[in-house]
């Protein structure tokens, strides 16, 4: 699942996330947009915070375009 449908089916907001996880607010929102992809731990980070949801494989994953 992507991060961003994760936070709007949960009613998450990208700050509150960010906190859990202890990112920044902006690279974070950077990830969610595909400008940025976030490191290992980060995305191990995000894995966990979401329960497997979204997983560190799917967000190192390189997209086509």
Do not use: H
């Not at 974070?28 to 191990?44: F, V």
């Not at 915070?49 to 799917?58: D, F, L, S, Y």
């Amino acid at each position: 699942m992507e991060l961003k449908l994760y936070l709007v089916r949960n009613k998450i907001s990208i700050t509150d996330f960010s906190v859990r996880i202890g990112c920044n607010r902006s690279y974070l929102s950077e990830i969610i947009n595909g400008a940025k992809m976030p490191g290992k731990r980060l995305a191990k980070d995000i894995e966990e915070a979401t329960n497997g949801e979204v997983t560190a494989k799917e967000l190192l994953q390189v997209k086509n375009e």
